[in-house]
């Protein structure tokens, strides 16, 4: 991994910009690692509704591939002050809780319409769900997750295993 090479690819292009950088941490922890970045200007970098930030991982991620090959652009996002870590904590509480609506009530919950990197972050919160199952629907902006109850959702492990036929339950029928 060149965790240390996209920090420094990362403070010099702040720098060019005129953006003091206080620190530049690295989440291991997160996949991908989560480049943290520590800054007085973070109201410039994240920009409204996080539209510049997003911008920012893109243009980072163009400059690491061209630097450090594609391999390395895509092991690697940017937050700056928490921001985007904390709007993933919002996202899956909000899909949690309309997760739990979904059990409670027994039907399909529809979620405002994201983007798709929001849309993977919900699939991948409930892959692990035994009654929630998840669908992306619609085109474009409105483009959007369905939360979808099932009474029992197969998991991996059930799926490969073969179907036990009625003969093989009950002898000749």
Known sequence: MHTEEIKGIIREFLERLTVSVEDISIRTDET????????????????????????????????????????????????????????????KSKARMLADRARTFKYDVEMSPMNAYERMIVHATFTDDPHIATESVGEGKVRHVILKYVEHKQSATEKSQPLTSDVELFGTV
């Open 32 to 91: 991908p690692p989560l480049f943290e970045v520590t800054t007085k200007d973070s109201g410039a970098l994240i920009g409204v509704n996080g539209d510049n930030l997003r911008a920012l991982n893109v243009v980072m991620k163009k400059i690491i591939e061209k630097r450090l090959g594609t391999e390395a652009a895509s092991e690697f996002f940017l937050d700056v002050n928490g921001y985007q870590s904390r709007q993933i904590a919002d996202l």
